[in-house]
């Protein structure tokens, strides 16, 4: 079993819906949490970094864990085409790091 | 911010050439880190270093060797190239405090092996 599952899509939605982008995991153990956003041609960029359960909103942007269920999510309000690329899980423990395969997301005009 | 340098963007070589690939990050991290991004296979972990002269094999090590002279330095070497080293090559850093900070990415450098 992979420490890290993601579906890869892709995802297509029209702009202004709300996205949800989901992993689960397998070590209860696992207590940090990250998403990355990787434009095409371009290396992954860390949007968020969160420790254990709950919710993180930055603008937009919501990380939630839910560790009874080893589920992490990214949801995405009001997304635009310019959210379009994709986006990547990925969990730290201990300095080894473990990435979903990545999500691509299109976000229609 | 952080900032994650690879020197090419860019690079095509012929099989057999040895290949440097370069990476500088400017926020004193302890640790580098380099991957490979194929289609369908995610990132997979060629080496990665905790410290100046040192190195650690990742998960696909063989055909690559790595160096780090200075800590901001991390450099990937593919000793004789071979056309299935074709992929987006990614170098990244973190700190090593707790050993639970996230990495920074450079913006990978696409080799083509001919």
């Known amino acids: 079993q992979k420490e890290v599952e993601q579906d890869p899509g892709p995802l297509s939605v029209p702009e202004g819906a709300i996205v949800s982008l989901n992993c689960t995991y397998s070590n209860s153990a696992f207590q940090y949490f990250m998403w990355y956003r990787q434009y095409s041609r371009k290396g992954p960029e860390l949007l968020m970094y969160t420790y254990s359960s709950g919710n993180k909103e930055d603008g937009r942007f919501t990380a939630q864990v839910d560790k009874s269920s080893k589920y992490i999510s990214l949801f995405i309000r009001d997304s635009q085409p310019s959210d379009s690329a994709t986006y990547l899980c990925a969990i730290i423990y201990f300095n080894k790091f473990y990435f979903g395969s990545g999500t691509k997301l299109n976000v229609k005009p | 911010d952080v900032k994650v340098t690879q020197s090419s963007r860019y690079l095509v070589k012929r099989t057999g050439e040895k290949v440097f690939l370069e990476c500088v990050q400017d926020?004193?991290?302890?640790?580098m880190f380099w991957y490979r991004q194929d289609p369908g296979l995610g990132l997979r972990l060629i080496y990665f270093?905790?410290?100046?002269?040192?190195?650690e094999k990742g998960d696909i090590p063989e055909g690559y060797s790595v160096s780090r002279e200075k800590k901001e330095r991390f450099s990937l070497i593919l000793e004789s190239a071979s056309t299935n080293q074709t992929s987006m090559y990614l170098c990244a850093s973190s700190f090593m405090q707790n050993g639970n900070q996230p990495q920074h990415f450079g913006d990978g450098t696409r080799l083509s092996i001919l």
């Open positions: 926020m004193d991290h302890e640790n």
């Open positions: 270093s905790y410290d100046v002269k040192m190195k």
